[in-house]
């Protein structure tokens, strides 16, 4: 008996000793700690549509997104035009950006100075390019943003090259570009702190207006 204690002493600090620390060591049922991962396009029967990737679910919303209310029509269209506003604060940056990336996307067809000629309207590629000065248009700040997300006509949609600021950025330079060409004075930057004292005017004139109706 004594000698057994001491000979399964030696066995357990001899096999110890052998033990090397960075190995990992024996798994019973490995599968509990590796589990079995499905790959994203796997088929696998336990899902609906027998394929582990699914639909997110109805009305989801990605992270730094929001929706875009108003419909690919013309009523969507008149509505955007009417009453969608910019809601980055017109600041030198945000314009800087703006132009940016409208020389990027925007200038090959509408032109540096956004009076549809730009290289593609030249070259003949394409037509009915409008100016931004066109007055049977009249776009504002709404219906730029509007043709942007969803594209008119020959012209594609932005809504997936870019981000939703990126597109208001791109907004505020298309439309000092339409003042430019209407020959209207340079609009004044504004500060973080002017566009919250605007909500703050325009909160409380919806106030006013909600206590009246009621
Ligand atoms: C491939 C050429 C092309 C590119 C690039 C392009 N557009 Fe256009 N755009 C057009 C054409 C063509 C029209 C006229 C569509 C129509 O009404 O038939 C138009 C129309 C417009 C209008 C007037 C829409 C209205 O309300 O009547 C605006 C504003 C506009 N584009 C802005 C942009 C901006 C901003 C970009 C860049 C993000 C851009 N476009 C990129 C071809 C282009």
């Not at 992270?63 to 910019?86: C, I, S």
């Not at 009076?115 to 066109?134: A, F, H, N, R, T």
Request: proline share 3%; hydrophobic share 30%; charged share 30%.
């Amino acid at each position: 008996m004594k000698y057994s204690i001491l000979f399964i002493f030696c066995l357990t600090l001899s096999l110890s000793s052998c033990a090397d620390k960075d190995d990992p060591n024996y798994q019973y049922f490995p599968d509990m700690y590796e589990s079995l991962a499905y790959e994203t396009y796997q088929e696998a029967d336990i899902f609906q549509n027998e394929q582990e990737a699914m639909l997110p679910v109805e009305g989801s919303i990605s992270r730094g997104w929001m929706p875009y209310d108003y419909e690919d029509n013309l009523e969507g269209y008149d509505l955007a035009k009417a009453e969608l506003k910019n809601p980055l604060v017109y600041s030198e940056e945000n314009l800087k950006k703006g132009e940016e990336l409208y020389n990027i996307y925007c200038a090959t067809c509408h032109g540096k100075k956004g009076d549809g000629q730009g290289w593609l309207v030249q070259q003949e590629k394409i037509l009915g390019v409008p100016s931004y000065d066109d007055q049977g248009r009249a776009i504002t700040e709404g219906s730029v943003y509007h043709v942007m997300y969803y594209g008119i006509n020959t012209m594609g949609s932005y809504a997936s090259q870019m981000s939703e600021k990126e597109l208001w950025q791109v907004d505020h330079y298309v439309m000092k570009l339409k003042a430019e060409l209407e020959g209207k004075p340079e609009r004044a930057f504004e500060t973080e702190a002017d566009n919250e004292k605007e909500n703050e005017i325009e909160t409380e004139a919806e106030e006013k207006e909600v206590a009246t109706t009621e």
